[in-house]
């Protein structure tokens, strides 16, 4: 049942719901990914002698984007069964108030999660590492330190635009399909990939491009590339609402 006007008082009414009945869940998913990093900063800190460098910062953020994917899977995970999408249409509020919060915990709720879980993993390698070996590393390094310039601002515009990219397409496969939907979503989204490679290496061998386009506005090209892509994250979460929207409306 959805009301036609957005108020506070029913999103917070739905936020309540949603705790009340997901807190188990939530709780066991946070204590769980928090507990195996700190158990895998103390394997690499006791058995291999491990180390805060480059691979392993770049393999904790290949993992944790790998479950921010699937958590954005599960947004919409309640509609699965007969009784989720009858407790989802009879509970009173607008579709806004009932989409924002399943996406605020799906995709934010989880980077939030996995940024602390990053530093639960560096303490875990730097205890262990100290009361082994007797070395206490320094917690904050150039691997696990960013850099703030120009370039940097480049580079971290690219990897959130490339993220919430991805967060996007996974949130409108669970709202459009919600079983199974990592799995439907990601056979979707690797076949995409594959004929939009296709496409762009036809483009590119059949038309006369110029590497020096690429050197005198190559600055703009890229600024513009990530725009446009913000301009998709944009419309895939909108697409997702919007379906959430004509579900509730059915």
């Not at 509020?93 to 602390?116: D, E, H, N, Q, W």
């Amino acid at each position: 049942m959805e009301t036609k006007k957005y108020t506070t008082g029913n999103l917070r009414l739905i936020i309540h719901k949603l705790l009340v009945e997901k807190r188990k869940t939530l709780l066991y998913a946070i204590c769980g990914f928090l507990g195996a990093w700190m158990v895998i900063g103390i394997w690499s800190g006791c058995i291999i002698g491990g180390e805060i460098g480059g691979g392993t910062t770049f393999g904790y953020i290949a993992l944790s984007t790998l479950i921010c994917t699937v958590a954005a899977s599960f947004t919409f995970a309640d509609l699965k069964t007969k009784e989720g999408r009858i407790s989802f249409l009879m509970t009173p509020g607008s579709a806004a108030a009932k989409y924002l919060p399943r996406v605020a915990a799906c995709v934010f709720g989880t980077i939030i999660i996995c940024f602390i879980g990053y530093y639960f993993y560096i303490a875990s390698i730097i205890i262990t590492q100290g009361l082994v070996t007797g070395t206490w590393l320094p917690f904050f390094t150039d691997a696990n330190t960013f850099t703030l310039n120009y370039e940097g601002i480049i580079l971290l515009a690219a990897i959130i635009a490339g993220f919430f990219f991805t967060e996007g397409v996974y949130v409108l496969g669970s709202a459009i399909w919600p079983k199974k939907s990592f799995i439907k979503t990601t056979g979707i989204f690797l076949l995409l990939q594959f004929v939009l490679s296709i496409i762009t290496a036809f483009v590119v061998s059949h038309c006369k491009f110029k590497l020096y386009w690429f050197a005198s506005y190559g600055e703009a090209l890229i600024w513009s590339v990530i725009g446009l892509v913000f301009l998709i994250d944009f419309a895939l979460f909108y697409i997702a609402y919007c379906r959430i929207k004509r579900i509730t409306l059915i």
